[in-house]
Structures are given as structure tokens and as C-alpha cells.
């Protein structure tokens, strides 16, 4: 089975992203699972469109993206993308959509087609904070998501979301990076 693995390059002033640290920190091999990595822009848009293509190109079975939610205090599997993009920062290309659709016309949302409960589990049981989320927000990691539910969609690709906490030196609350790895590990261990 072919993984597709995202991160993403840093934003909002950081210097780094855990969520491209912990992917560039896995194996190359997880289970069953080959590993491939791309590291994504955080740019509405063409974040998506690369890592649609490299799934594509890759004919990945699976599309597992990552990206980091400042604040939150738990590592969390996204349950839901919707159709909409509304920025508080400028993207990293200087764009600030305010309630505009990702795709006009396309579905309201799309649920990830990971399982997201067996992946909280698996999180859980290496002793990691974990839980799910219901929203991932209305910036680029949601763009992401939903374009790659809304392009895989009435496919046997699966794909979906995690975001993860802050590094230490970043901010509160955090989670060390071994950790966050480990966590991206356990739950693979269930795709
Ligand atoms: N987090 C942002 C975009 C990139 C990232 O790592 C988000 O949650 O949308």
C-alpha cells in the first residue's frame, strides 16, 4: 500500500512547522504501509492542487495530511471538511480569501474517509492526547482536506486530516516532537 504523507512549510511568522518536522521524522516503511512524504506551501489553493497531484502520480491508496493547530493541546484527527475558505492571516502568497468556496457549486462538506475513531484509538493506547475534531478550520489546512475528499471522492483512494499541537519552544499548550511523530505513527498503523 502507498501512503501519501503531507506537511506543511511554516506560517504566521513560525520558524518551523511541527507538522512537516514530524512527517520528515517517519520511516520510510509503516505496517503495510510505504511512506512518501511531500512538504506542502501554505497557500490556498496550490497547497491542494500539488498534493493532488503527487497522489495522483504516485497512485497512492492512501492520503494522510498534517498540519499544526496553535492552541490546541491534543493531537486531532479531523472529522469533517467544508467548503469554504476565510483566512484571519494572509497565506504565505499574501492571499486572505473572506468567505469564499473552495469549489463553487461542490458539496457543503465531505467526511474524511479515514478511520478516525480507530486512529484516536491507536493514538490513545501509545499514551498521546488525542481527540477528534469536528472542525478544521477555515485556512489552508481545510483546503487541503477538502479538496483531496472532494477529488477522491466515488474513488478507493482514502484520504484525510490530522492536526497537531505546537513544538515546546513554540507556543502553549505543546507536544515534543517525539511525540507528535508517534502519534503520526500509530495512526498510520490503522489506515
Ligand atoms: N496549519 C494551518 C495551515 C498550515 C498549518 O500547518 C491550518 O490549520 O490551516
Redesign the pocket.
Known amino acids: 500500500m502507498k501512503l501519501l504523507i503531507t506537511g506543511?512549510e511554516p506560517?504566521g511568522g513560525d520558524a518551523v512547522?511541527p507538522?512537516w518536522e514530524a512527517v520528515q521524522a517517519l520511516p520510510e516503511q509503516v505496517g503495510h504501509h510505504q511512506i512518501y512524504k511531500l512538504r506542502l506551501p501554505?497557500v490556498f489553493g496550490q497547497a491542494a492542487d500539488l498534493a493532488i497531484a503527487e497522489a495522483d502520480r504516485l497512485h497512492a491508496d492512501v492520503v494522510l495530511a498534517i498540519?499544526?493547530?496553535g492552541g490546541r493541546k491534543a493531537v486531532t484527527p479531523e472529522v469533517i471538511g467544508i467548503n469554504l475558505r476565510n483566512a484571519g492571516i494572509p497565506d504565505n502568497a499574501g492571499l486572505q480569501p473572506h468567505d469564499d468556496p473552495i469549489i463553487p457549486s461542490a458539496p457543503a462538506a465531505y467526511f474524511s474517509t479515514l478511520p478516525v475513531r480507530a486512529m484516536k484509538e491507536a493514538i490513545c493506547a501509545v499514551d498521546i492526547p488525542v481527540a477528534l475534531s469536528y472542525s478544521?478550520?477555515v485556512?489552508?489546512?481545510?483546503d487541503v482536506m477538502y479538496s483531496l475528499l472532494h477529488h477522491f471522492a466515488d474513488t478507493q483512494v482514502r484520504c484525510g486530516f490530522m492536526?497537531v499541537p505546537y513544538l515546546p519552544d513554540m507556543g502553549t499548550p505543546s507536544l515534543p516532537l517525539e511525540k507528535i511523530t508517534a502519534a503520526i505513527k500509530a495512526a498510520v498503523g490503522v489506515l
Do not use: K
Not at 139 to 142: A, E, F, G, I, T
Open positions: 506543511f506560517f512547522n507538522s501554505v498540519g499544526l493547530a478544521a478550520g485556512y489552508v489546512c481545510n492536526h
